[in-house]
Protein backbone atom coordinates (compact mmCIF):
# COMPACT_ATOMS: atom_id res chain seq x y z
CA UNK A 1 0.00 0.00 0.00
CA UNK A 2 2.43 2.48 -0.96
CA UNK A 3 1.48 6.54 -0.37
CA UNK A 4 2.66 9.78 -1.08
CA UNK A 5 5.55 9.36 -3.65
CA UNK A 6 4.29 9.63 -7.71
CA UNK A 7 7.08 10.52 -9.67
CA UNK A 8 5.84 13.56 -12.45
CA UNK A 9 7.28 14.68 -15.08
CA UNK A 10 6.79 18.26 -14.87
CA UNK A 11 6.40 20.27 -18.54
CA UNK A 12 8.27 23.04 -19.25
CA UNK A 13 6.28 26.25 -18.14
CA UNK A 14 7.22 30.16 -16.83
CA UNK A 15 6.66 28.70 -13.04
CA UNK A 16 8.84 25.84 -11.79
CA UNK A 17 9.51 24.18 -8.87
CA UNK A 18 12.60 21.62 -7.62
CA UNK A 19 11.46 18.01 -7.29
CA UNK A 20 8.37 16.63 -7.95
CA UNK A 21 5.08 17.09 -6.63
CA UNK A 22 4.15 15.74 -3.50
CA UNK A 23 1.31 15.31 -1.03
CA UNK A 24 2.15 15.47 2.69
CA UNK A 25 0.27 16.23 6.19
CA UNK A 26 0.25 18.95 8.78
CA UNK A 27 1.06 17.42 11.98
CA UNK A 28 -1.06 19.36 14.80
CA UNK A 29 -1.02 19.02 18.32
CA UNK A 30 -3.70 19.66 20.40
CA UNK A 31 -4.62 16.31 21.40
CA UNK A 32 -5.82 15.55 25.07
CA UNK A 33 -3.93 12.14 24.15
CA UNK A 34 -1.04 12.98 21.90
CA UNK A 35 0.76 10.25 21.18
CA UNK A 36 4.36 9.99 21.54
CA UNK A 37 6.57 11.11 18.79
CA UNK A 38 8.03 7.80 18.24
CA UNK A 39 3.92 6.77 17.75
CA UNK A 40 3.67 9.49 14.92
CA UNK A 41 6.93 8.32 13.32
CA UNK A 42 5.76 4.83 13.35
CA UNK A 43 2.11 5.81 11.92
CA UNK A 44 3.80 8.10 9.14
CA UNK A 45 6.14 4.81 8.09
CA UNK A 46 2.98 2.38 8.34
CA UNK A 47 1.40 4.52 5.65
CA UNK A 48 4.75 5.75 3.74
CA UNK A 49 4.40 9.62 4.31
CA UNK A 50 6.91 11.19 2.79
CA UNK A 51 6.44 14.72 3.74
CA UNK A 52 5.14 16.06 7.05
CA UNK A 53 4.86 19.81 8.57
CA UNK A 54 4.95 20.82 11.73
CA UNK A 55 4.01 23.88 13.51
CA UNK A 56 6.49 24.27 15.78
CA UNK A 57 10.65 22.67 15.71
CA UNK A 58 9.59 20.11 18.48
CA UNK A 59 12.83 18.76 19.69
CA UNK A 60 10.64 15.09 20.63
CA UNK A 61 9.73 15.29 16.70
CA UNK A 62 12.53 16.11 15.22
CA UNK A 63 14.39 13.46 16.69
CA UNK A 64 12.25 10.51 16.17
CA UNK A 65 11.93 11.94 12.79
CA UNK A 66 16.43 11.30 12.37
CA UNK A 67 17.28 8.63 9.88
CA UNK A 68 13.43 7.97 8.30
CA UNK A 69 14.24 9.87 4.84
CA UNK A 70 10.61 11.69 5.78
CA UNK A 71 11.04 15.25 4.36
CA UNK A 72 10.39 17.78 7.38
CA UNK A 73 8.61 21.19 7.24
CA UNK A 74 9.71 22.81 10.44
CA UNK A 75 7.93 26.30 11.58
CA UNK A 76 8.93 29.55 13.48
CA UNK A 77 5.46 29.64 15.48
CA UNK A 78 3.79 33.49 15.20
CA UNK A 79 4.73 34.03 18.79
CA UNK A 80 8.44 33.78 18.42
CA UNK A 81 7.93 36.33 15.16
CA UNK A 82 8.41 39.12 16.77
CA UNK A 83 11.82 38.35 18.16
CA UNK A 84 13.09 36.63 15.05
CA UNK A 85 12.04 39.61 12.83
CA UNK A 86 13.77 42.37 15.23
CA UNK A 87 16.84 40.29 15.39
CA UNK A 88 19.52 38.89 12.81
CA UNK A 89 21.09 36.84 16.71
CA UNK A 90 18.10 35.33 17.31
CA UNK A 91 17.31 34.00 13.90
CA UNK A 92 20.59 33.06 13.97
CA UNK A 93 20.17 30.73 17.28
CA UNK A 94 16.90 29.89 15.92
CA UNK A 95 18.37 28.20 12.99
CA UNK A 96 21.38 27.13 15.31
CA UNK A 97 18.83 25.39 17.76
CA UNK A 98 16.38 24.03 15.23
CA UNK A 99 17.64 23.39 11.87
CA UNK A 100 21.53 22.85 11.80
CA UNK A 101 21.63 21.02 15.31
CA UNK A 102 19.25 18.37 13.67
CA UNK A 103 19.85 18.55 9.80
CA UNK A 104 21.19 16.23 7.56
CA UNK A 105 20.31 13.49 9.76
CA UNK A 106 16.86 14.68 10.39
CA UNK A 107 15.99 15.59 6.49
CA UNK A 108 14.58 19.77 6.96
CA UNK A 109 13.61 20.81 3.49
CA UNK A 110 11.64 23.82 4.46
CA UNK A 111 11.14 26.88 7.01
CA UNK A 112 7.70 27.88 7.72
CA UNK A 113 7.86 31.40 8.87
CA UNK A 114 4.75 32.31 11.25
CA UNK A 115 1.42 31.16 9.97
CA UNK A 116 -1.29 33.62 8.16
CA UNK A 117 0.54 36.12 9.49
CA UNK A 118 -1.09 39.17 7.22
CA UNK A 119 -4.47 38.30 8.63
CA UNK A 120 -3.62 36.50 11.68
CA UNK A 121 -1.17 38.97 13.47
CA UNK A 122 -1.14 42.14 11.22
CA UNK A 123 1.17 43.45 13.66
CA UNK A 124 3.88 41.25 13.04
CA UNK A 125 3.16 42.09 9.22
CA UNK A 126 5.97 45.36 8.98
CA UNK A 127 8.70 42.37 10.10
CA UNK A 128 7.88 39.42 7.96
CA UNK A 129 10.02 40.08 5.61
CA UNK A 130 13.19 40.57 7.72
CA UNK A 131 12.20 37.48 9.48
CA UNK A 132 12.44 35.66 5.94
CA UNK A 133 15.84 37.43 5.37
CA UNK A 134 17.85 36.83 8.52
CA UNK A 135 16.13 32.97 8.35
CA UNK A 136 17.69 32.53 4.86
CA UNK A 137 20.88 34.48 6.00
CA UNK A 138 21.24 32.08 9.15
CA UNK A 139 21.21 29.13 6.06
CA UNK A 140 23.59 30.45 3.80
CA UNK A 141 25.90 30.72 6.84
CA UNK A 142 25.39 27.25 7.51
CA UNK A 143 25.62 26.60 4.05
CA UNK A 144 22.03 24.96 3.88
CA UNK A 145 20.38 27.77 1.83
CA UNK A 146 20.38 25.32 -1.61
CA UNK A 147 19.00 22.04 0.47
CA UNK A 148 16.45 24.36 2.78
CA UNK A 149 13.87 26.93 1.50
CA UNK A 150 12.16 29.84 3.39
CA UNK A 151 8.70 30.95 3.08
CA UNK A 152 6.06 31.87 5.00
CA UNK A 153 1.85 30.21 4.72
CA UNK A 154 -0.33 32.69 3.78
CA UNK A 155 -4.63 32.74 3.93
CA UNK A 156 -6.38 32.62 0.78
CA UNK A 157 -8.26 35.71 2.10
CA UNK A 158 -5.45 38.34 1.22
CA UNK A 159 -6.60 37.68 -2.54
CA UNK A 160 -9.49 40.00 -2.99
CA UNK A 161 -12.13 39.11 -6.44
CA UNK A 162 -10.57 35.73 -6.74
CA UNK A 163 -13.00 34.91 -9.26
CA UNK A 164 -12.88 34.62 -12.27
CA UNK A 165 -9.20 34.09 -11.24
CA UNK A 166 -7.86 35.94 -14.19
CA UNK A 167 -9.46 39.21 -12.54
CA UNK A 168 -7.65 38.46 -8.85
CA UNK A 169 -5.50 41.01 -6.98
CA UNK A 170 -3.64 40.48 -3.55
CA UNK A 171 -5.38 43.29 -1.61
CA UNK A 172 -3.39 46.32 -2.01
CA UNK A 173 -2.67 47.23 1.60
CA UNK A 174 -0.78 44.27 2.06
CA UNK A 175 1.32 45.59 -1.04
CA UNK A 176 3.94 47.34 0.60
CA UNK A 177 4.73 43.39 2.38
CA UNK A 178 3.95 41.30 -0.14
CA UNK A 179 6.32 43.17 -2.99
CA UNK A 180 9.87 42.28 -1.24
CA UNK A 181 8.12 39.48 -0.16
CA UNK A 182 7.48 37.98 -3.58
CA UNK A 183 11.11 39.62 -4.71
CA UNK A 184 12.77 37.41 -1.95
CA UNK A 185 10.72 34.19 -2.95
CA UNK A 186 11.44 35.27 -6.46
CA UNK A 187 15.34 35.28 -5.51
CA UNK A 188 15.80 32.51 -3.76
CA UNK A 189 13.68 29.96 -5.53
CA UNK A 190 11.35 29.33 -2.93
CA UNK A 191 7.23 29.40 -3.08
CA UNK A 192 4.62 31.35 -2.35
CA UNK A 193 2.68 29.32 0.47
CA UNK A 194 -1.40 29.46 0.66
CA UNK A 195 -3.45 27.40 2.65
CA UNK A 196 -6.84 26.61 0.70
CA UNK A 197 -9.93 25.31 2.07
CA UNK A 198 -13.09 24.79 -0.31
CA UNK A 199 -14.60 23.95 2.73
CA UNK A 200 -15.03 27.42 4.07
CA UNK A 201 -15.59 29.42 0.58
CA UNK A 202 -18.21 26.94 -0.12
CA UNK A 203 -20.10 27.58 3.70
CA UNK A 204 -19.36 31.27 3.36
CA UNK A 205 -21.34 31.17 -0.50
CA UNK A 206 -24.43 30.84 0.89
CA UNK A 207 -25.77 28.16 -1.70
CA UNK A 208 -23.57 30.20 -4.29
CA UNK A 209 -20.72 27.46 -4.71
CA UNK A 210 -21.88 23.63 -5.44
CA UNK A 211 -20.70 20.83 -3.26
CA UNK A 212 -19.73 19.17 -6.13
CA UNK A 213 -17.33 22.22 -7.29
CA UNK A 214 -16.20 22.10 -3.49
CA UNK A 215 -15.47 18.94 -3.22
CA UNK A 216 -13.21 18.60 -6.75
CA UNK A 217 -15.64 15.94 -7.79
CA UNK A 218 -15.65 14.87 -12.12
CA UNK A 219 -18.32 17.80 -13.74
CA UNK A 220 -19.49 17.79 -17.31
CA UNK A 221 -18.13 20.66 -19.00
CA UNK A 222 -21.36 22.51 -19.31
CA UNK A 223 -21.42 22.33 -15.28
CA UNK A 224 -17.65 23.99 -15.63
CA UNK A 225 -16.92 27.45 -14.14
CA UNK A 226 -15.45 29.91 -16.70
CA UNK A 227 -13.56 32.77 -16.67
CA UNK A 228 -14.44 34.90 -19.61
CA UNK A 229 -11.31 36.44 -19.45
CA UNK A 230 -9.35 33.75 -20.22
CA UNK A 231 -11.89 31.46 -21.58
CA UNK A 232 -10.02 28.53 -19.04
CA UNK A 233 -12.71 25.76 -17.54
CA UNK A 234 -12.49 25.35 -13.91
CA UNK A 235 -14.04 22.31 -12.25
CA UNK A 236 -13.28 22.97 -8.92
CA UNK A 237 -12.53 25.76 -6.22
CA UNK A 238 -8.84 24.03 -5.30
CA UNK A 239 -7.54 24.74 -8.61
CA UNK A 240 -9.22 28.00 -9.21
CA UNK A 241 -8.04 29.18 -5.99
CA UNK A 242 -4.49 28.36 -7.04
CA UNK A 243 -4.69 30.11 -10.04
CA UNK A 244 -6.17 33.18 -8.49
CA UNK A 245 -2.74 33.47 -6.57
CA UNK A 246 -0.82 33.10 -9.73
CA UNK A 247 -2.72 35.89 -11.36
CA UNK A 248 -2.56 38.15 -8.51
CA UNK A 249 1.60 37.47 -8.40
CA UNK A 250 1.34 38.59 -12.25
CA UNK A 251 -0.50 41.52 -11.58
CA UNK A 252 1.95 42.46 -8.99
CA UNK A 253 4.61 41.41 -12.30
CA UNK A 254 6.07 38.39 -10.95
CA UNK A 255 5.16 35.01 -13.15
CA UNK A 256 7.88 32.52 -12.05
CA UNK A 257 7.47 31.91 -8.43
CA UNK A 258 5.77 28.42 -7.92
CA UNK A 259 2.46 28.18 -5.02
CA UNK A 260 2.80 25.41 -2.86
CA UNK A 261 -0.82 24.68 -0.61
CA UNK A 262 0.36 24.28 2.93
CA UNK A 263 -3.10 23.96 3.84
CA UNK A 264 -6.25 22.12 2.81
CA UNK A 265 -8.84 19.48 3.42
CA UNK A 266 -12.12 19.07 4.95
CA UNK A 267 -13.68 17.95 8.22
CA UNK A 268 -15.77 14.96 8.72
CA UNK A 269 -17.83 16.18 11.77
CA UNK A 270 -19.64 19.41 11.98
CA UNK A 271 -22.15 20.85 14.57
CA UNK A 272 -25.99 21.42 13.44
CA UNK A 273 -25.66 24.05 11.79
CA UNK A 274 -22.47 22.65 9.80
CA UNK A 275 -24.10 19.88 7.56
CA UNK A 276 -21.89 19.06 4.73
CA UNK A 277 -18.95 18.49 7.83
CA UNK A 278 -19.37 14.75 7.08
CA UNK A 279 -17.01 11.83 6.81
CA UNK A 280 -18.61 11.01 3.16
CA UNK A 281 -17.61 14.40 2.42
CA UNK A 282 -14.12 14.54 3.75
CA UNK A 283 -13.45 11.49 2.61
CA UNK A 284 -14.80 13.02 -1.11
CA UNK A 285 -12.78 15.58 -0.80
CA UNK A 286 -8.78 14.52 0.57
CA UNK A 287 -9.57 10.92 -1.73
CA UNK A 288 -9.98 13.14 -5.07
CA UNK A 289 -7.21 15.90 -3.71
CA UNK A 290 -4.72 13.25 -3.60
CA UNK A 291 -5.69 11.79 -7.08
CA UNK A 292 -6.07 15.52 -8.68
CA UNK A 293 -2.29 16.25 -7.33
CA UNK A 294 -0.51 12.78 -8.49
CA UNK A 295 -2.61 13.20 -12.20
CA UNK A 296 -0.01 15.48 -13.37
CA UNK A 297 -2.92 17.96 -14.69
CA UNK A 298 -1.97 20.40 -12.92
CA UNK A 299 -4.67 23.87 -13.20
CA UNK A 300 -5.78 25.49 -16.08
CA UNK A 301 -3.36 28.32 -15.93
CA UNK A 302 -0.61 25.69 -15.86
CA UNK A 303 -1.17 22.42 -16.99
CA UNK A 304 0.63 19.45 -16.17
CA UNK A 305 2.38 21.38 -13.09
CA UNK A 306 0.75 19.73 -10.12
CA UNK A 307 0.66 21.56 -6.92
CA UNK A 308 2.72 20.21 -3.74
CA UNK A 309 0.17 19.90 -0.95
CA UNK A 310 -0.09 19.15 2.76
CA UNK A 311 -3.51 18.09 3.78
CA UNK A 312 -4.70 19.02 6.85
CA UNK A 313 -4.34 17.27 9.12
CA UNK A 314 -3.07 13.87 10.57
CA UNK A 315 -4.95 13.62 13.75
CA UNK A 316 -8.64 14.83 14.75
CA UNK A 317 -7.09 17.22 17.55
CA UNK A 318 -9.89 17.49 20.24
CA UNK A 319 -8.31 20.24 22.19
CA UNK A 320 -9.01 23.39 19.12
CA UNK A 321 -11.75 25.47 20.27
CA UNK A 322 -14.74 26.26 18.39
CA UNK A 323 -17.00 24.84 16.87
CA UNK A 324 -17.10 21.06 16.37
CA UNK A 325 -15.46 21.10 12.68
CA UNK A 326 -12.60 22.44 13.92
CA UNK A 327 -11.64 19.33 15.84
CA UNK A 328 -12.62 17.00 12.92
CA UNK A 329 -10.31 17.36 10.50
CA UNK A 330 -7.91 14.45 10.74
CA UNK A 331 -7.06 11.67 9.08
CA UNK A 332 -6.72 9.24 11.87
CA UNK A 333 -7.70 9.80 15.76
CA UNK A 334 -5.60 9.71 18.41
CA UNK A 335 -4.80 5.92 18.41
CA UNK A 336 -3.53 6.06 14.76
CA UNK A 337 -7.03 4.89 13.13
CA UNK A 338 -8.16 6.03 10.78
CA UNK A 339 -11.08 8.11 10.60
CA UNK A 340 -12.31 7.15 7.32
CA UNK A 341 -10.50 4.89 4.51
CA UNK A 342 -9.94 6.89 1.45
CA UNK A 343 -10.93 5.99 -1.71
CA UNK A 344 -7.72 6.33 -3.87
CA UNK A 345 -7.32 2.68 -5.01
CA UNK A 346 -5.41 2.67 -8.41
CA UNK A 347 -4.22 5.69 -8.55
CA UNK A 348 -0.76 4.66 -8.48
CA UNK A 349 -0.03 6.32 -5.05
CA UNK A 350 -2.45 6.25 -2.21
CA UNK A 351 -2.34 6.64 1.74
CA UNK A 352 -1.97 3.55 3.43
CA UNK A 353 -5.22 3.66 5.05
CA UNK A 354 -7.01 2.92 1.95
CA UNK A 355 -7.50 -0.42 3.48
CA UNK A 356 -9.80 -2.32 5.36
CA UNK A 357 -9.96 -1.91 8.71
CA UNK A 358 -5.90 -3.02 8.70
CA UNK A 359 -5.46 -2.23 12.89
CA UNK A 360 -3.25 -3.75 15.15
CA UNK A 361 -3.65 -3.63 19.39
CA UNK A 362 -0.34 -2.57 21.01
CA UNK A 363 0.59 -2.15 24.80
CA UNK A 364 0.69 1.94 25.48
CA UNK A 365 3.66 3.61 25.66
CA UNK A 366 4.80 4.35 29.28
CA UNK A 367 2.08 1.88 30.84
CA UNK A 368 3.17 0.77 34.30
CA UNK A 369 4.72 -2.65 34.05
CA UNK A 370 2.51 -4.14 36.55
CA UNK A 371 -0.49 -3.69 34.80
CA UNK A 372 0.92 -4.72 31.66
CA UNK A 373 2.34 -7.99 33.29
CA UNK A 374 -0.96 -8.88 34.65
CA UNK A 375 -2.72 -8.22 31.27
CA UNK A 376 -0.47 -10.37 29.75
CA UNK A 377 -0.96 -13.04 32.69
CA UNK A 378 -4.82 -12.31 31.69
CA UNK A 379 -4.06 -13.21 28.01
CA UNK A 380 -2.16 -16.31 27.87
CA UNK A 381 -4.68 -17.34 30.34
CA UNK A 382 -8.57 -16.82 30.60
CA UNK A 383 -7.78 -15.03 26.93
CA UNK A 384 -6.82 -18.07 25.74
CA UNK A 385 -4.01 -16.44 23.33
CA UNK A 386 -1.28 -19.07 22.46
CA UNK A 387 1.61 -17.51 24.01
CA UNK A 388 4.35 -20.43 23.72
CA UNK A 389 6.22 -18.38 21.05
CA UNK A 390 6.91 -15.73 23.45
CA UNK A 391 9.34 -18.70 25.47
CA UNK A 392 13.12 -18.24 25.11
CA UNK A 393 14.53 -19.79 21.91
CA UNK A 394 11.00 -19.31 20.19
CA UNK A 395 10.27 -16.90 17.00
CA UNK A 396 8.89 -14.04 19.43
CA UNK A 397 10.97 -13.75 22.50
CA UNK A 398 13.17 -11.14 21.61
CA UNK A 399 12.58 -8.14 22.31
CA UNK A 400 12.69 -9.83 25.75
CA UNK A 401 10.98 -7.61 26.86
CA UNK A 402 7.25 -6.90 28.95
CA UNK A 403 6.24 -3.90 26.25
CA UNK A 404 6.95 -6.30 23.40
CA UNK A 405 5.14 -9.60 24.92
CA UNK A 406 2.53 -7.77 25.75
CA UNK A 407 1.63 -5.89 22.56
CA UNK A 408 2.13 -9.59 21.31
CA UNK A 409 -0.68 -11.33 23.39
CA UNK A 410 -2.52 -8.52 23.08
CA UNK A 411 -2.71 -8.20 19.56
CA UNK A 412 -3.36 -12.04 19.31
CA UNK A 413 -6.26 -11.86 21.11
CA UNK A 414 -7.24 -8.86 19.39
CA UNK A 415 -7.17 -10.33 15.94
CA UNK A 416 -8.84 -13.90 17.52
CA UNK A 417 -12.25 -12.15 18.79
CA UNK A 418 -12.90 -10.11 15.24
CA UNK A 419 -11.40 -6.96 16.50
CA UNK A 420 -14.49 -6.57 18.49
CA UNK A 421 -14.83 -3.26 20.55
CA UNK A 422 -13.69 -3.43 23.67
CA UNK A 423 -11.05 -5.99 22.88
CA UNK A 424 -8.17 -3.77 22.50
CA UNK A 425 -8.05 -2.03 25.92
CA UNK A 426 -6.91 -4.71 28.75
CA UNK A 427 -7.77 -1.93 31.72
CA UNK A 428 -6.17 0.89 29.93
CA UNK A 429 -2.70 -0.38 29.12
CA UNK A 430 -3.30 -1.32 24.96
CA UNK A 431 -4.04 0.91 22.45
CA UNK A 432 -5.54 0.11 18.82
CA UNK A 433 -3.08 1.03 16.06
CA UNK A 434 -2.31 0.91 12.30
CA UNK A 435 1.28 0.03 12.81
CA UNK A 436 1.69 -3.85 12.14
CA UNK A 437 3.84 -4.54 15.76
CA UNK A 438 4.91 -8.03 13.92
CA UNK A 439 6.50 -5.65 11.04
CA UNK A 440 7.81 -2.40 12.71
CA UNK A 441 10.51 -3.69 15.81
CA UNK A 442 11.53 -0.38 16.78
CA UNK A 443 8.19 0.94 18.67
CA UNK A 444 9.20 -2.29 20.66
CA UNK A 445 12.34 -0.96 21.76
Known amino acids: MALLLLLLVLTVSAVSADGDAFVGVNIGTELSDMPHPTQVVALLKAQQIRHVRLYNADRGMLLALANTGIKVAVSIPNEQLLGIGQSNSTAANWVSQNVVAHYPTTNITTICVGSEVLTSLPNAARILVNALKFIHSALVASNLDRQIKVSTPLASSIILDSFPPSQAFFNHSWNPVLIPMLNFLQSTGSYFMLNVYPYVDYMKSNGVIPLDYALLKPLPSNKEAVDANTLLHYSNVFDAMVDAAYFA ?61 YIYELYNEDMKPGPVSEKNWGLFDSSGVPVYILHVSGSGSTLA ?17 KMLQAALDWACGPGKVDCSPLLQGQTCYDPDNIFAHATYAFNTYYHQTGKTPGSCDFNGV ?16
Open 249 to 309: MAYLNFTNIPVMVTETGWPSKGDSNEPDATLDNANTYNSNLIRHVFNNTGTPKHPGISVST
Open 353 to 369: NDTTNQTFCSAKEGADA
Open 430 to 445: ATITTTNPSTYKPILM
